[in-house]
C-alpha cells in the first residue's frame, strides 16, 4: 500500500517504522514456520532412520518400522475404527446440524436466545467437565467403551460446531429464491431437493470437512470413552507414547507419521473448497 | 410452509395458536433434533456430574468438594493449568493478531500464508509432543544447532518441565487462534480504514484507532475459544511435562481421579471446579470487552 507520509504527531513516521515492523513480524512467521517444520520433520526422519543417535541425521535409511508399528498397533483394526467413528460423526453432526442452522437462520420466536446459549455451552466448557460424567454415564447403560459411546461423546462438540458454522451461511442466502421456487409451484421436497441441496452444498461440504479434521484429532473424549476395541488412532498414539521405552521410538514416530498423514490429507482437500479466511465467519453471541 | 411471512409471524394462513405467537412453526421444529441430542448428551451429564459431585462415597454432601480445597494435591492444580494455559493463550492471541492483520487485504499471497500457518492443526497434542522431545531433547536438532553456533556450551532441558508444554500448546493452539482472528479481521469493512488513510492516518493509527476498537469483541471470543482449547488439554502435560510436579493440571488429576482411583463423586467434583474456572474466566473476559466499543463492523462479508 502507499502510504501518504502525512503523520501528526505522536505517530510513528510511516515509512521506515513500517519497514522495521514488517521485517520484524515476518522473521517470526518464519521462525513459527520453521520449527514447526524442524519438529514435524525430526518425527518424519526418526521414522525411517535405522539407528540415529549424537548426530544430524541417523547412521541409515529403512521403511521396516512402518511395517513392524502396523503389527505392533493393530493399525488395520484401529484405522477401520477410526474411519467408522469419523465418518458417523460428520454424517449425524450434518444431519443434526444442518436443520437446527437453518431454522435458526430463518425463524425468530420465543426461546431462540435460550437455545443459542445451550448450544454454545459445549464448545466453551472444557471436555473433561462433560467428558467425565458422559463416560460414567455411558459405562452405566453399557454404551462405554464401545463404538456407539465414543461416537456419541465425539457428537457433543460436533453438533453445535456445524449449528454455529452453518447459521450464518444460511443467512446469507438470499430468502426469496425459497419463495421465487413456491410461486412457480416447488412443494417442501421440491425446494428443498432443487434450492437448498445445491445452494447449501459448499457449506455443508465445508462444515463437514472441518468436522472431519476435528474428530480425527479428538483426543480427550474418545480417550475416555474408548475401551479397547474402539480406539482411534489418536488414543492408540497416545496409549503409545505414554508407554514409550517398551516400544522402538521409531516404530512410535511412524505411528505419528500415520495419524499426520492421514488428518493433512482431508485438511489439504478442505482447503481446496473453502476459503479458509471465511471458515470460522462471525462467531458471535 | 411459506417462507413469505414477515420474521417472528407463523405460517401464512394458519390458524393462530400459542405455538404461532411464540413464533413456533414447522420449521422451527427442525431445531429439536439438536436440542434434544445437545440436551441428553451434553446438559444431562453435567447435570449428573454435579448431583454426582454432592454423593461423596464417605462423608457429608459437600465433602468432596471440602476435600478438592483442602489437600494441595487437588487445588494447586487449579493454578498450576492457570500458569500454563493463560500464558499460552496470551501468547498465541497476540502472536495471531499482527500477522491477520498484515494479511487483512484478499490476495494469493493470503491464501497460501494461511494455508502454511493453519497446517499445524492437523499436528494433535501428541504427535507436537513426540516431535517436540525430539527436537528440543538434548541430541535434537535445536541443540545441535545451538551448539554449533557456540551459543551454548551444554544442552539444557526445555522438555519435561513447564517450557515444554507451553510451547506444544502455543503450536497446536496458534493456527486455531489465527484462523478466527483473521476472519475476524477479514470481516471489518477496509473502506473505513481507507478513510482514515485519506485523512493522514498512518498503518499504525488505523489499527489502534479502528481495527482494535471493532476487533475488541473478536478478541475476547477468540481468547476464550482458544482458552478453552489449552485449558482441556492433558496429554501435552503428561508426555512433554512433569505430571508429578510444576505441569499436574487439573485434566490430569480429574482424569486420574476417574480412572485411576475409581472415585466418580470426586472426579465429578474436579470436574465441576474445573467448568467453574473456566466460565470464571471467560465471564471476566467477555466483561472486559464491554468497555470497547459494540456496534456495526460493516456488513462486506455474509
Known amino acids: 500500500m502507499t502510504t501518504v507520509t502525512l503523520t501528526r504527531g505522536g505517530d510513528f513516521p510511516a515509512p521506515f517504522w513500517n519497514r522495521v515492523w514488517s521485517v520484524l513480524l515476518w522473521s517470526l512467521v518464519w521462525l513459527f514456520v520453521l520449527n514447526v517444520a524442524a519438529v514435524v520433520a525430526s518425527v518424519a526422519v526418526d521414522s525411517f532412520g535405522t539407528r540415529w543417535f549424537g548426530t544430524w541425521l541417523p547412521e541409515g535409511f529403512t521403511t521396516k518400522w512402518y511395517f513392524s508399528a502396523w503389527d505392533e498397533f493393530q493399525l488395520d483394526d484401529v484405522l477401520i475404527v477410526t474411519i467408522k467413528v469419523v465418518a458417523s460423526v460428520v454424517l449425524v453432526s450434518v444431519g443434526l446440524g444442518v436443520p437446527a442452522a437453518y431454522a435458526l437462520a ?96 459448499p457449506g455443508i461440504m465445508a462444515a463437514s470437512l472441518l468436522v472431519l479434521v476435528r474428530s480425527i484429532g479428538m483426543f480427550e473424549l474418545t480417550f475416555l470413552t474408548a475401551g479397547p476395541d474402539s480406539q482411534t488412532l489418536v488414543v492408540s498414539l497416545y496409549a503409545a507414547a505414554f508407554s514409550a521405552g517398551i516400544r522402538a521410538n521409531q516404530s512410535l514416530d511412524a505411528l505419528a507419521v500415520v495419524y499426520m498423514v492421514s488428518s493433512l490429507f482431508w485438511l489439504i482437500i478442505a482447503l481446496r473448497f473453502v476459503n479458509p479466511v471465511q471458515l470460522v465467519a462471525r462467531v458471535k453471541d | 410452509m411459506s417462507s413469505l411471512a414477515a420474521p417472528g409471524g407463523g405460517i401464512a394462513g394458519s390458524k393462530p395458536g400459542w405455538r404461532a405467537s411464540l413464533g413456533w412453526d414447522g420449521t422451527t421444529l427442525l431445531i429439536l433434533p439438536a436440542v434434544c441430542f445437545v440436551l441428553a448428551f451434553f446438559v444431562f451429564p453435567c447435570l449428573y456430574g454435579l448431583v454426582l459431585s454432592f454423593m461423596p462415597l464417605k462423608g457429608g454432601v459437600f465433602d468432596n468438594y471440602i476435600r478438592f480445597f483442602s489437600e494441595s494435591r487437588f487445588y494447586s492444580t487449579i493454578w498450576k493449568t492457570l500458569l500454563i494455559a493463560l500464558p499460552a493463550t496470551l501468547a498465541n492471541v497476540f502472536l495471531a493478531l499482527p500477522i491477520a492483520f498484515a494479511l487483512r487485504k484478499t490476495s494469493r499471497y493470503q491464501r497460501i500464508v494461511t494455508a502454511i500457518l493453519v497446517v499445524p492443526i492437523t499436528l494433535g497434542t501428541v504427535l507436537v509432543a513426540q516431535g517436540l522431545l525430539g527436537y528440543l531433547g538434548p541430541n535434537g536438532w535445536f541443540m545441535r544447532l545451538l551448539m554449533t553456533l557456540h551459543v551454548i556450551d551444554a544442552p539444557f532441558r526445555l522438555t519435561h518441565n513447564y517450557t515444554g508444554v507451553l510451547l506444544s500448546l502455543i503450536i497446536t493452539g496458534f493456527p486455531f487462534s489465527f484462523l478466527l482472528t483473521l476472519s475476524y479481521v477479514t470481516g471489518i469493512d477496509p473502506m473505513l480504514a481507507k478513510a482514515a488513510a485519506t485523512l493522514g492516518a498512518s498503518p499504525w493509527t488505523q489499527f489502534k484507532q479502528i481495527y482494535l476498537p471493532l476487533l475488541a469483541p473478536g478478541l475476547a471470543m477468540g481468547f476464550c475459544l482458544a482458552f478453552v482449547q489449552s485449558f482441556a488439554v492433558f496429554p501435552s502435560a503428561v508426555l512433554l511435562g512433569e505430571p508429578a510436579g510444576t505441569t499436574r493440571v487439573m485434566a490430569l488429576a480429574v482424569y486420574q481421579l476417574a480412572y485411576e482411583d475409581y472415585n466418580a463423586p470426586m472426579a465429578a467434583a474436579g470436574a465441576m471446579v474445573m467448568g467453574a474456572v473456566q466460565l470464571i474466566v471467560v465471564s471476566c473476559v467477555l466483561g472486559l470487552r464491554g468497555l470497547f466499543y459494540r456496534g456495526p463492523v460493516g456488513g462486506t462479508k455474509g
Open chain 1, 106 to 201: 430463518r425463524r425468530e420466536f420465543a426461546g431462540k436466545r435460550t437455545i443459542l446459549l445451550l448450544l454454545v455451552l459445549p464448545v466453551l466448557v472444557p471436555t473433561i467437565t462433560y467428558g467425565v460424567p458422559l463416560a460414567t454415564l455411558l459405562y452405566r447403560v453399557n454404551l462405554g467403551g464401545t463404538l456407539a459411546g465414543v461416537i456419541c461423546a465425539n457428537l457433543v462438540p460436533t453438533v453445535p460446531f456445524v449449528v454455529l458454522v452453518m447459521t450464518p451461511f444460511i443467512e446469507q442466502i438470499d430468502q426469496r429464491l425459497e419463495s421465487a421456487a413456491r410461486v412457480c409451484g416447488a412443494g417442501t421436497w421440491g425446494v428443498f431437493r432443487y434450492v437448498l441441496v445445491p445452494l447449501l452444498a
